[in-house]
């Protein structure tokens, strides 16, 4: 029980207004959803900027959710069985922040890495392109919406997505993704 | 044809095709995992519809939120309809927005311009 002081002040001291590790569900997503609109409703923050934050918290969350549903079975002798994530708001003076972690395999790293390069290096009009290309289907070739996803999360978040990946074994590297939204509204 | 009536969730919005009434709408906030599961009834009543649609159909959109999957649902939506005015329909599209809510503003300026079907933005 010592533990659980240094977490509560690590919490606070991070600005953590949430913090979740394990499977990543539905339902859970819809929890998580709920708790955190109610928590920004209740604190009086600023509409737009409240719009913004649960917009970005939507995508990222799914984004995770049907991640971690796209990776196939993984094999009993690899060390990285479970299909569980790392989900984290915070807010800090100047803006919100949302973090999420899964495990990727490593295949997957030099495209993902190139298309969040891609999102990070294009301007406001440049990523309302991107969107558009991907919606109607022409921008880049892959199945579903994960493309859409990021370019919206960049689009309403204003900011450079940060991104990570810490190699885990020869197969798979942990993938964290940081998206930001300004508390302060523009004009 | 049979109206469809669709109550809304938490994450999925209150849908209202009565074309008894002439009333098509979708209003509330569209985030499920699965849009494409949530939407497919919505598009094969449209598909239905516009068989033989009223002489006028006025289509409502107002969406607190919405996320990317629920985009590429809305915009087949939209295709549907622009098909039934390019077939000769009178055919027209309302988004209705809380007028501050610039982003949503924005989105529906997206939709427009890549849509030729009578599309009007609605701040409310």
Request: with cysteine.
């Given at each position: 029980m010592s533990m659980t002081y240094s977490y509560y002040k690590n919490m606070q001291l991070n600005n953590i207004i949430f913090v979740?590790?394990?499977?990543?569900?539905?339902?859970l997503v819809s929890s998580i959803l709920q708790m955190v609109e109610n928590k920004l409703e209740g604190e009086g923050e600023?509409?737009?900027?409240?719009?913004?934050v649960f917009n970005v918290?939507?995508?990222?969350?799914?984004?995770?959710?049907?991640?971690?549903?796209?990776?196939?079975?993984?094999?009993?002798?690899?060390?990285?069985?479970?299909?569980?994530?790392?989900?984290?708001?915070?807010?800090?003076?100047?803006?919100?922040?949302?973090?999420?972690g899964n495990h990727v395999l490593n295949d997957r790293i030099p495209d993902l890495k190139a298309r969040l390069d891609r999102i990070n290096r294009s301007s406001k009009e440049e990523l309302k392109q991107l969107y558009q290309e991907v919606l109607t289907?022409?921008?880049?070739?892959?199945?579903?919406?994960a493309g859409l996803g990021m370019i919206d999360i960049a689009r309403k978040s204003g900011q450079r997505l940060g991104y990570d990946f810490h190699p885990v074994n020869e197969k798979y590297s942990f993938f964290s993704l940081e998206a930001r939204v300004s508390r302060i509204p523009e004009k | 044809m049979r109206n469809l009536v669709i109550e809304p969730t938490s994450k999925t919005p209150k849908v209202i095709l009565n074309a008894d009434l002439g009333i098509f709408e979708i209003t509330g906030r569209s985030i499920p995992e699965d849009?494409?599961?949530?939407?497919?009834?919505?598009?094969?009543?449209?598909?239905?519809?516009?068989?033989?649609?009223?002489?006028?159909?006025?289509?409502?959109?107002?969406?607190?939120?919405?996320?990317?999957s629920s985009s590429k649902c809305l915009l087949d939506i939209f295709r549907k309809l622009e098909r039934m005015h390019k077939n000769g329909n009178k055919v027209q599209i309302r988004w209705h927005y809380d007028s501050d809510d610039e982003d949503m503003a924005e989105t529906g300026q997206d939709y427009q311009a890549l849509l030729d079907v009578p599309f009007e933005l609605v701040p409310v």
């Open positions: 979740y590790q394990g499977e990543v569900t539905a339902d600023d509409r737009k900027v409240k719009k913004r918290m939507v995508e990222c969350l799914q984004n995770v959710y049907h991640h971690l549903d796209a990776l196939p079975p993984t094999d009993p002798s690899n060390p990285v069985r479970d299909k569980t994530a790392l989900l984290m708001i915070g807010r800090e003076e100047k803006d919100y922040y949302i973090i999420t289907g022409t921008g880049f070739s892959e199945k579903g919406t | 849009a494409i599961g949530f939407y497919r009834k919505v598009l094969d009543w449209i598909e239905e519809y516009s068989k033989s649609p009223l002489s006028e159909t006025v289509f409502k959109f107002q969406l607190e939120y919405f996320n990317t």
